[in-house]
């Protein structure tokens, strides 16, 4: 197995920059988790390949690197050496002899006070060599964290400018250099979180797609393979916010890393995990003044099918923030859910009065028209969410609305 960053790499130590580049890329290309989802080994093995990226490409840590292994192949030859120039003693009581001479007992010709300075001697020089290893740890610690903070300080002016993937780099070398780092982890969870928003449809086209598994098949199918591959970028960003929650010490830092961490739970489809994590924050002071969380909670009972107690919460979280549109949308899917249509195509009605820009339900309400073969209403509704910004609703049109167009 590869013990060095260069045999990750698979290049030799004296490779230039741009072959150690160009290797990164194509062992990027081939184990990046994003083609392989669920996979514990490529996630791991990616992990390393980057970290012996990040460390090889640039000239101090690697200049660094390779006093430190060319250090730990001297001693190994070192000791190797030793061993075999060794003089071997077939007789044991030459052995022993050799023993006896070599360890003769002082014949106590030093003086009392020459034993005594010399007693002292050693001391000194023990507390000089103690104090030597805490100015080396303590020095060794700060240029550790100044490196860090300045990784940290360059990705945060790169993400200002848009510069989401350089970000990135820096805020991974600075995670070398301090690995529980609560807000760097968070950092890197929120770029993933973004990544993986970014690269998808929103989740409410799943919300009510994935509930009917007898209606349109292909679809679910193309649905449920889409959510899959976005659930390899959410996963990172769970094991990132997870870390984050577990290094940081002020309640309000752990209850806002908390809640990211339930929002990605919940989309990557770990629901037993959002339970838990749901039920944690509710112990947290000052919970009871954070109405997001009663969100989460009817998200979770909505994702696992519990329709009834989804709709309850939504209606308590609705009753405090009455200007949500997204909790009336989901109340409207929970009705449906019940197989009450009726009283899902009122709420869906309130929405679009109270809240005409927002495209979602109009695109619910033409799902239900066109499971209810009325196409005319369903291509209208289709079209009114597209222009609205409704990326599932283009994806219907294209499906469902061809000869309408």
Avoid at 9 to 33: Q, R
Avoid at 71 to 77: I, V
Avoid at 163 to 191: C, F, H, Q, R, W
Avoid at 251 to 274: C, M, Q, W
């Amino acid at each position: 197995m590869a013990s060095t960053f260069y045999e990750i790499l698979g290049v030799s130590k004296f490779a230039s920059t741009d072959d150690i580049k160009k290797s990164f890329k194509n062992l990027a290309k081939k184990y990046h988790p994003d083609k392989h989802p669920g996979s514990k080994f490529h996630e791991e093995h990616f992990k390393k390949i980057n970290e012996a990226y990040q460390t090889l490409s640039n000239q101090q840590s690697r200049y660094r690197y390779d006093l430190k292994i060319n250090y730990a192949e001297s001693s190994q030859q070192y000791s190797t050496n030793t061993q075999a120039n060794r003089p071997r003693n077939t007789n044991p009581n030459t052995e022993k002899q050799y023993t006896q001479k070599a360890y003769k007992k002082p014949q106590g010709n030093r003086s009392t006070q020459s034993q005594k300075k010399l007693n002292r001697y050693y001391i000194y020089i023990a507390i000089g060599a103690i104090l030597f290893i805490i100015a080396s740890t303590w020095f060794y610690n700060f240029m550790n964290d100044y490196a860090a903070k300045e990784y940290f300080a360059e990705g945060l002016h790169e993400e200002q400018k848009g510069n989401e993937v350089k970000a990135m780099g820096y805020y991974l070398s600075s995670l070398e250099k301090d690995y529980e780092n609560p807000l760097t982890n968070e950092k890197i969870g929120d770029i993933y979180s973004k990544l993986a928003h970014n690269n998808t449809i929103e989740l409410f086209y799943f919300d009510l797609e994935l509930q009917k598994k007898n209606i349109d098949a292909s679809l679910n199918t193309e649905s449920t393979q889409l959510l899959n591959n976005i659930r390899g970028i959410d996963s990172l960003s769970a094991m990132y916010f997870n870390r984050s929650f577990e290094n940081y010490e002020l309640d309000a830092d752990k209850r806002r890393v908390g809640l990211k961490l339930l929002r990605t739970d919940l989309k990557i489809g770990n629901f037993t995990k959002a339970l838990s994590d749901s039920e944690r924050l509710k112990t947290m002071p000052d919970a009871a003044k954070d109405d997001s969380l009663i969100y989460y909670q009817a998200e979770i009972h909505f994702l696992m099918k519990n329709y009834e107690e989804a709709r309850k919460t939504y209606t308590s979280f609705y009753a405090l923030h009455p200007t949500s549109a997204d909790a009336l949308i989901r109340i409207a899917l929970c009705n449906y859910n019940e197989h009450n249509e009726d009283f899902a195509i009122s709420q869906l009605d309130k929405a679009i009065i109270k809240f005409p820009t927002k495209g979602e339900a109009y695109y619910f309400k033409g799902e239900i028209a066109r499971r209810n073969q009325d196409s005319t209403a369903a291509c209208n509704l289709f079209e009114i969410a597209d222009q609205l910004n409704v990326l599932a609703a283009k994806t219907a049109i294209y499906k469902y609305c061809q000869t309408e167009l």
